[in-house]
């Protein structure tokens, strides 16, 4: 079972659709269901094609409607030996990684108390690392379900082990006994869709039950079996396997007997093949996680298979059950093989001595793929959307070969074709958000022994990567580390394209670093350089973050004009990963100009761009800035569903700044539904995620919001009240805040403590001197004529003026001023 058909809904899980009948199990899927209900962790154990993916689907979907955090399914059956689970889970609930932070740190958080069934498929492959995960699971998580399936117990405190059986077979001999048999109703099922008209009779019953009674009732060797129908008789089959068993069970005497079962099955079905099926089955499996017809043809072919006929001979192999054709993808018809199949051919593949150059071909066209989507975002003339969109689409699906093919290339020591590969797939790389693993092999093929001799242009694209890469997970240092060197090499050797890339992410680092006049040349320069390439996507990135820089330093006007530069850009590629990020700058321009209705347009318009692509930020964003439309202009209604719309999609990232920042705005949906108690608990919860996150220090502005929301609930409450809120809130984890936030009209407020409890004012909470000095910074007076004012020493009235800007989180006297006057403090 693979999950690469699955649709992901924030709420509902990715279950995907079963292809067919589910044929008996009716008991077992019954009592698992009730043993999921007292167990936190069920493992489905069994050999080999025994059934264990498809039970544990069929189970989840039995359960879905139990678990509001949904049911997620995690394939590993591609997984590498050293590969960690944690990324796997991650990526399939859309958590990303976050700054000074581990993955698993960001997961565990996330699922902290989240009631939901996580199925994790095929751990044998990762057996060991999926042990640890669940033991660690089981602790942080205790809302969270795991049933697992694996050929050996996980063997991990509070495991419960269900040994998956064989289907039931014949109890006695005769037409009447044979369909109260679960194997026999299987063959049945399946050799009717084979061959139109198959019944079961009194003439073949008997046969019927012998067979599957040698087939030990393994669903897979079953439905092979069942296949064959087409071009054998159901004796002749049961003959052929007959003869196949007795060889094979004089064999690998150690070997156990269902894996005998199940290998003579799969070995005589291939010795049945001709020989250009047996050709194409075996090369097929360097293609992990499926392919098309065209990538078929383009790799398989050749000593003696032409390209000609390999659609002819991969409907052989799907009629006879070996390939499945299970998902149409941008208008194409998805094949796999099941992971039994696929092991058995990649075997042959081996035996035949193919292997190696099979891999390789894999590998160039992977990287053909890859240089297409590239050349669909850059060419000119510009591709449409409706071009571009559906190779997106593909693209995705065949991530796994593009990381197979990546993988390969390191082994084999060609870091150069590896560097090519990623950086051909750079855009979809950082659009989509694809960080992991595309930062682990840049690192690792970066800094190889062969990596000093790789062209520039190579490393000076991968290098500007590996920023990128490092900015998007907020890793700073190791963004300037590495397109500090992309830069010195791009300038000695004039290659201008890479270094508006680097440049440009230096000057992010600026910005993040408040170093604005820095910052300002950086983006002077990397425009500069991209100018000098016909490279317009690039441009319009460059455009947008000198609009986002702008607007920080409240250059309004130049705001506008550079994200207006930036939509010009962007709809001229047509390119709805591009337009969003320009709409979103204007909605901020627009919002801080105080024209609301040309922000909700702006936002409305960049959300309707975002409804058939992943672009999680994105969207957040846009939900978030109409819940605060809303609640500028008072529809309190609106503005809930936006806002708590963002926050569950935020929640789901794993992203903690954007919880606090959700959470930080519902506190002013609550002041302004005149829940003061609940406003300041949530200011609270959201003052303690940004703490845990970054110590004291405190984002722009952040003090002075939290002033703004605390200073009417003081009027209305008194401050010892509102600081025994604010506690309570800062107490909270984030799950029980984001719980609390979301919390409908019938909300239950925890009642505030009985006993002595400590009373300590936000750290936002301005002192009545310094109201007054406020004041009169607005009123443009220095810190010698504060001092004068007030009869104080100039030392003290600096030192006041300090704690003033760092309780508001403002950098400038000019930011004091500003806020003081707009809310009428003077």
Known sequence: MTQDTAHISPTGGNLPLEPNDFVGRQVDAEELVELLGVARLVTLCGAGGIGKSRLAINVAGRLAAG??????????????????????????????????????????????????????????????????????????????????????????????????????LPEADGHEYAMDSEAVQLFVRRARAAVRGFTLDAGNADEIASLCGALDGMPLAIELAAALCRVLTVEQIHARLRDRFRLLSEGDRTAPARHQTLRATVDWSYQQLKEPERILLRRLAVFTGGWTLEMAEKVCDGDGLWAEDVLSVLCGLVDKSLVLADAEVAGETRYRMLETIRQYAAEQLEIAGEEHELRRRHRDHMAVIAGRVHQLIVRSPRPTWTEICPVLVLLDELQSNLWAAVRWSAEVEEPENALRLLVLLRWPTIAGGRFTPADEWLERLLSADKSAALPPKVRGDALVLRGQVAFGQGDPAKAYEACSEAADLCRATALHGPLSGALAILAWVAIYQRRPDKARRLLDEALEAVRKVDDPWHEMVIRSMEGTFALSEGRAKESQRSFEAALAIARGLDNHWATPVALIGLAQVAWTRGDLLEARTHYEQALDQLKDITAHWQTITCLSGLGRIALAQGDLTTARARLTESLRLCRRTGQRLGVARRIETLAQLALAEEDDHRAVRLAGASAAIRNAMSGSAMPSGFGARMEELLQPARARLGDTLVAQLWALGKGMTQEQAVRYALEGEDRAETPLPTGRMPVAAPLTTLTGREWEIAELIARGLSNKAIADELVISPATAARHVANILAKLGFSSRTQVATWVVEHNRV
């Open 67 to 168: 678990f509001p955090g949904g049911v997620w399914l995690v394939e590993l059956a591609e997984a590498a030996g050293d590969e960690l689970i944690a990324p796997r889970v991650a990526s399939v609930l859309g958590i990303k990684a976050e700054p000074s932070r581990s993955l698993s740190e960001t997961l565990f958080d996330a699922l902290a108390d989240r009631q939901m069934l996580l199925v994790i498929d095929n751990c044998e492959s990762l057996i060991d690392e999926c042990a640890r995960f669940c033991r660690t699971l089981l602790t942080i998580c205790p809302e969270v379900r795991v049933l697992t399936t694996s050929r050996e117990p996980l063997r991990v405190a509070g495991e419960t082990v269900w040994r998956v059986p064989p289907l039931t």
